[in-house]
C-alpha cells in the first residue's frame, strides 16, 4: 500500500514539473513562426449567380390520323390512343358562319344550336337527359368554317353515346318553340356582348378588313339585326342545304381503332343520304392601302382598344410557317416587340399580341393591345413605328429561337386529351387538309430561315397596309389619334338590337 501511494505521488510530481517547465525563448533574430491561413467559409447563396441550365428537350410526338371514306361520302377520321378507356365522339360539320347568306349572319351557330333542342322525338330535357345519363354533356364550337359537336366519353359508352349523336345529326326537330327559345338566348347574348369593347372591335375589324358583303366579313353568332331576321324556315333550309354525308366527319379519337370506327360509322351513317355538298372556299379579300381610321365611339372608356390587321393567308399557303413567326416575334410572345415596347418600356398596357390566322380562305392578320385612355395617341404611334421597325430592325436569329420553339413546344398541348386529338382531326376536316398536316406545320417552322422570316415580315406586316380599328371615347381619339396624318378618322355606330319576327 505505501509502495502505491509512493509510486502515484511520485506520477504526480513528475505531471507538475513538465506542466511549469520554461518554454524555449526565441532568438532575438528569429521571426514568428507564420500563422496557416484561415479556409473561407463556402457561400450557401453561390449557386443563385447562374441560372440553373435547361436540361434536354422531350422528343416530340405527333399523334398520327388515319381516314376512311364510307360510300356515301361520309368521311371518317381516327387516331387510336389506349392510355386511358376513354373516346371522344364527334361530328364536324364542313359549313360555318362563312356559309350565312347576306342579311343572316348568326344563321348557322343558330342553326347547329338549335339542333340540340330536339332530336328523334326526344325534346330538349329529353335529349339532355339521355346524354346525362351517359355521364356527359355535348359540347358544339361554330367557327367560320363549320362546326365541331362531340362528347367524351367511357369507351364502354361509345356506341350509345354515337347513337344518341346520330339522331342530333339526322333527325334533328327544329320545333318552332325551341327555335324561338334559342333564338331569345342568342339575341340576349348578344346584346349583353354589345356593351362589350371587345365585341365592338372585332365586329368593326372584320368589317373594316373583309368588307360586309364577304363570308368572313361578320362575327359568328351574327349581329341583333340579323339574328333577329332569322326564321326556323331559314334554319331548316340552311340544314338541308349544309348538312349531309358529303359535308360531315365523324371523329373518334382515344380507344377506339379504325375498323372499329368504320363499323359504327357504317350501322350509324352508311344509309345517310343528302343533296348537301361541300361549300366553296372564300375568295381572297383585297388589300388596299389604309386611306382612313376607323372608331368605335364609346364615351367615358378608361382605356381604348386598339387593332391593327389586314388579311393574311389561307392555310396551306407557302408562307404560312415563316408569318406565324414573324407575328410572334412582333407581338405573340410576352419577350415580342409590341409586348415590351408597350409594356415593358412604355407602361401603356397590361399586354399587347399579334397572330395570323389562316383558316379555309385568307385569314385575318390582326395586331391588338388594350392602353390607357390618356396615351391612346402615343400608343398608335408605338404601333407604327414597331411595324417599321421590322424593316428598319431586321429580326435577329436571337429574337426569332425563343418564338420558333414556343411554337413547336405548344404543339403538345392541343393532344394531351381525346378532346383535343378529336378538335385537332376535325380542323384537318374543316380546312381540308392532308393527315400529315401537323407534321408539316413543325418541319416548316423548324425550317424557316431568318431571312425567310424577315421577307415575309415586310411583306405583310407593312404599316401602310394595315388598317386601324379603335373603340374608346370619341373626345381622347379624336385629340390624340386625328392629328397622327394616319387616315381620315370615321366613327362606326354600335348596331341596334330588333325585336324578333314572328
Known sequence: MRRLFLAVSTLALLAAGCRSAPQPTPEPNQAPAPEAPATPAADPEAFRDQPPTAGPSPELVLPRFEQAVLDNGLTVLVSTRKELPLVYVGTAFAAGSASDPQGKWGLADLTYKTMLEGAAGKDTLALDQA???????????????GAILGVRVLQRNTEAALALLTQVVRQPTFAPKDFERRQKLQLAELVRALGSPGFLAQRTFLDVVFGAAHPYGHPTNGLPETVGSVTVRDVKAFYEKNV??????????????????????????????????????????????????????????????????????????????????????????????????????????????????????????????????????????????????????????????????????????????????????????????????????????????????????????SPDAMQIVLVGDPEVIQQQVGPLGLGKLVAREPAKTPAPKP
Not at 346524354?131 to 368554317?145: A, K
Request: glycine content about 12%; hydrophobic content about 40%; charged content about 20%.
Open 131 to 145: 346524354f346525362q345519363n351517359l355521364g356527359v354533356s355535348p359540347s358544339l364550337g361554330v367557327s367560320s368554317d
Open 244 to 461: 349531309g354525308p358529303r359535308t360531315t366527319a365523324l371523329v373518334m379519337t382515344g380507344d377506339i381503332t379504325l375498323e372499329q370506327a368504320v363499323a359504327l360509322a357504317k350501322k350509324s351513317f352508311g344509309d345517310w343520304k343528302s343533296k348537301a355538298v361541300l361549300p366553296p372556299v372564300p375568295p381572297a379579300p383585297p388589300t388596299p392601302a389604309r386611306g382612313q381610321v376607323v372608331f368605335v365611339p364609346k364615351a367615358g372608356l378608361d382605356q381604348t382598344i386598339v387593332i391593327m390587321g389586314r388579311p393574311g393567308v389561307a392555310a396551306g399557303h407557302g408562307d404560312e410557317s415563316a408569318l406565324d413567326l414573324a407575328t410572334t416575334v412582333f407581338g405573340g410572345f410576352f419577350g415580342s416587340r409590341l409586348n415590351m415596347n408597350l409594356r415593358e418600356d412604355k407602361g401603356y398596357s397590361y399586354g399587347a399580341n399579334s397572330g395570323s390566322d389562316a383558316r379555309l380562305g385568307v385569314g385575318p392578320l390582326t395586331a391588338s393591345s388594350s392602353v390607357r385612355a390618356d396615351v391612346t395617341g402615343a400608343a398608335v404611334t408605338e404601333f407604327v413605328n414597331e411595324l417599321k421597325g421590322l424593316r428598319e430592325r431586321p429580326i435577329t436569329p436571337r429574337e426569332l429561337e425563343p418564338a420558333r420553339e414556343g411554337l413547336i413546344r405548344a404543339f403538345p398541348g392541343s393532344f394531351e386529351s381525346v378532346e383535343g386529338l378529336g378538335a385537332s382531326a376535325s380542323e384537318l376536316f374543316l380546312r381540308r387538309r392532308p393527315l400529315d398536316e401537323y407534321a408539316r406545320t413543325v418541319a416548316g417552322l423548324e425550317k424557316a430561315t431568318p431571312a425567310e422570316v424577315q421577307r415575309v415580315a415586310e411583306a405583310y406586316l
